[in-house]
């Protein structure tokens, strides 16, 4: 771990969310590439953020997946099971 760990961590989220500029992009990239310590806390963050994603997917409103399964139960040209 380096002094510039403590900046990387700053700006990692907004590495994740995409909301660097293009010299702050670089400056993340150039110390993840040089330090395994933020090269794994970025990709357990990265993978927690997709663990999120989906599991928000599974739990969409009652009423959404009542209105999707309607959907495919009426159209014939994608019921399939
Ligand atoms: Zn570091």
Not at 7 to 16: N, P, R, V
Request: net charge negative.
């Amino acid at each position: 771990m380096t002094d510039d760990c403590g900046k990387c961590e700053e700006l990692l989220q907004g590495y994740l969310d995409r909301e660097l500029t293009d010299e702050e992009v670089a400056q993340a990239e150039r110390h993840l590439d040089a330090c395994d310590y933020c090269r794994r806390r970025y990709r357990f963050e990265e993978s927690l953020r997709t663990y999120v994603r989906t599991t928000a997917a599974e739990r969409m409103p009652p009423g959404l997946m009542a209105k999707l399964a309607q959907l495919r139960t009426t159209d014939p040209g994608t019921y399939t099971a």
